[in-house]
């Protein structure tokens, strides 16, 4: 009996350095010798099936392999509660992630222990041809969100622009992918303006093509935000100028019409004043006219703030 079970445990970890190396030859030596190999697994206390090591590391062939003999080790999950499709999508590995899928595609929808699908790390990883198969094979995946963020706001927030661009391609509504929000009331295009990813070529590709009102409306934001900014700039510098100047003319005056010299020639106290008063009108003028543009500029701000704040998919 020990001799027996000496021998299942020396198959079993011979099954584990095969899928290690991709050995298919020694899988099929082991299930020659023990055609029920594979069903032992789940007597071990391994938590990664021979599948994950597999797949992991790219092996091709021995994956096929294996689920030629044993298809339902595709829902298998390790300590991560990750699944082999998880790890295809992950590690990028297309022609994987196309033999799982033929295998079984409820595997798409399987989250692992911290609420991710496949789906989302492909998108995080931005592995395009993995995206492409695993959309083909369940489109209606992109709807899973992760931790209050749809596919789409990953795809912003890890800088995938193109897998976004496929997402938004492949969506029977891209206003849904344009316009849904996260957990913090943000759409897509927020967030991407957050990060500055509308700036670069594919960023302004995808938004112009996608959403060219929205897109507009947030560069005119910034542009606005902008000149609100320099404006604020310019208005307190100037206006602290002409206080000082102001000031230093009142009292260069003051000094002049009560000195001697100047009470002695009335014309001249004359004409200081009326100069005096002349400039005071200018400085006033001017002063008021800067804080009439400051209050436009601050209002047009306004309005288009609360316009790309209220945005959403019926508008």
Not at 109 to 121: E, K, N, S, T, Y
Not at 190 to 212: W, Y
Not at 246 to 262: E, G, Q, R
Request: with cysteine.
């Amino acid at each position: 009996m020990d001799r027996s079970h000496d021998i299942e445990k020396a198959n079993v970890a011979a099954l584990y350095e095969a899928s290690h190396a991709g050995c298919e030859s020694t899988l099929n030596s082991l299930m020659q010798r023990d055609a029920l190999i594979l069903n032992k697994i789940s007597l071990t206390s391994f938590t990664d099936t021979p599948l994950h090591i597999a797949v992991l590391h790219g092996h091709l062939e021995f994956t096929t392999a294996l689920l030629r003999r044993k298809p339902n080790l595709t829902g298998r999950k390790d300590l991560q509660g990750r699944t082999t499709l998880h790890l295809a999508s992950a590690e990028g590995h297309a022609e994987i992630v196309r033999e799982l899928l033929q295998a079984n595609t409820d595997v798409c929808l399987a989250r692992d222990a911290v609420g991710r699908i496949p789906l989302h790390l492909a998108m995080m990883r931005g592995h395009i041809e993995v995206i492409e198969k695993l959309l083909n094979s369940k489109p209606n995946s992109f709807l899973e969100d992760f931790d209050g963020a749809s596919v789409s706001h990953l795809c912003v927030k890890y800088n995938c622009l193109d897998a976004l661009k496929l997402l938004v391609e492949s969506a029977d509504d891209d206003r849904y992918s344009l316009n849904s929000k996260d957990n913090d009331g943000n759409s897509i295009l927020h967030l991407a303006v957050m990060l500055r990813q509308t700036e670069n070529c594919t960023g302004k590709a995808i938004f112009s093509d996608i959403s060219p009102n929205e897109y507009e409306l947030f560069l005119s934001f910034n542009t606005t935000s902008l000149v609100e900014a320099l404006s604020v700039v310019l208005l307190v510098t100037m206006q602290l100028i002409a206080v000082t100047f102001l000031l230093s003319t009142f009292f260069l005056a003051v000094d002049l019409v009560t000195s001697d010299t100047v009470k002695e020639k009335p014309m001249i106290t004359w004409i200081l004043f009326t100069l005096s008063g002349i400039w005071l009108v200018l400085l006033v003028i001017a002063v008021v006219v800067l804080i009439y543009r400051q209050l436009v500029w601050m209002v047009t701000l306004l309005l288009k703030c609360i316009c790309c704040l209220t945005m959403s998919p019926t508008n």
